[in-house]
Structures are given as C-alpha cells and as structure tokens.
C-alpha cells in the first residue's frame, strides 16, 4: 500500500510561481513512475507531468516549458514547480504512483489534491 499527500496548493496572480509537494509512504519499492494530474471545474482529470525511476520526464503541452517535476529520493517526496501561472492552470492536482506500460504512467495510488487557484 502506498500513502500519498500533497501540500503546496493555494491562489497565485497570474504569472506568478508555486511549488506543490507530494510525500510518498508505505511499500513504494514497486513504484515505477510519479505523476502529476490535473482536474478543473467541468474538464476531465488530465496529465501535467511524469517522472519515471530512473528520472525520465515527460509534460503536457499545455505546461511545458513553465513547470518542472522532479522527485526526492531520499525524502520520498514529488514536487511540482509552476512559474508562470495561467487562469487556465486552476483545477485540483492529484498526485499518482503506479507502474509503467513503455513510456506510459499507470496510475495505481492517488492522493487527495490539493487546489491551486490563478487569479488574472
């Protein structure tokens, strides 16, 4: 079993920056690949960013170049570092763990969300 939390989530004005934090706990010793997911009022829950093991990253298009993910293994914890932040990036963010099928994330454990909220 795998425990995630998230914390980090608040408002921001648009353009500016915030960092949320994913602490991973229980048997994460078969946790292929972290993620970062996404879901706003009336859309689907979607992909933000990913982070294999071995460090392999991959983005949504509609993020990149604006946000980085990137993982502590020593303290078990995912982060997420937004800069310059849109309206359009509002929504609840989970953070996942699970397995990989290729290059694919598969989500098995997901944490609470945490919302993030960008004022124009």
């Known amino acids: 079993q795998v425990r995630l939390v998230e914390s980090g989530g608040g408002l921001v004005q648009a353009g500016g920056s915030l960092r949320l934090s994913c602490a991973a706990s229980?048997?994460?010793?078969?946790?292929?690949?972290m993620g970062w997911y996404r879901q706003a009022p009336g859309k689907q829950r979607e992909l933000v960013a990913t982070?294999?093991?071995?460090?392999?990253?991959n983005y949504a298009d509609s993020v990149k170049g604006r946000i980085t993910i990137s993982r502590d293994n020593v303290r078990n914890t995912l982060y997420l570092q937004m800069n310059s932040l849109e309206p359009e990036d509002t929504a609840i963010y989970y953070c996942?763990?699970?397995?990989?099928?290729?290059?694919?994330?598969?989500?098995?454990?997901w944490g609470q969300g945490t919302q993030v909220t960008v004022s124009s």
């Open positions: 982070i294999t093991s071995g460090g392999s990253t």
């Open positions: 229980g048997s994460i010793f078969s946790i292929n690949a």
């Open positions: 996942a763990a699970g397995g990989l099928l290729g290059s694919t994330m598969i989500p098995t454990y």
